[in-house]
């Protein structure tokens, strides 16, 4: 089996900035892309950043300037760090990555960590 555990949410001023991280454990062969999504109340859950194993990343429109995701695939951890915080970046956000597990490649993702955008 494989887990993935978010940490580094919490609430933040607009404005300000704010760090999470993702660490993916077990059963693990390779990390492929690993990435993060968010949902707000209400809304889909929606892309907010990824970073292939080779280090190219994509950004949603929403983020891009704002966000910088990284990873050490060393420790199977990627990162997120948002600066410029607006309330519209309340939610929940997700770590997703494809990992090589038992000589298959599943996508999985992490349990969610709020992040709350507010004076």
Do not use: H
Request: with cysteine.
């Amino acid at each position: 089996q494989v887990q993935l555990v978010e940490s580094g949410g919490g609430l933040v001023q607009p404005g300000g900035s704010l760090g999470l991280s993702c660490v993916a454990s077990g059963r693990i062969l390779t990390v492929n892309t690993m990435g993060w999504y968010r949902q707000a109340p209400g809304k889909q859950r929606e892309l907010v950043a990824t970073i292939t194993r080779g280090g190219s990343t994509t950004y949603a429109d929403s983020v891009k300037g704002r966000s910088t995701i990284s990873r050490d695939s060393a420790k199977n951890t990627v990162y997120l760090q948002m600066n410029s915080l607006k309330s519209e970046d309340t939610a929940v956000y997700f770590c997703n990555a494809d990992v090589y597990s038992d000589y298959r490649l599943r996508n999985y993702w992490g349990q969610g960590t709020q992040v709350n955008v507010s004076s």
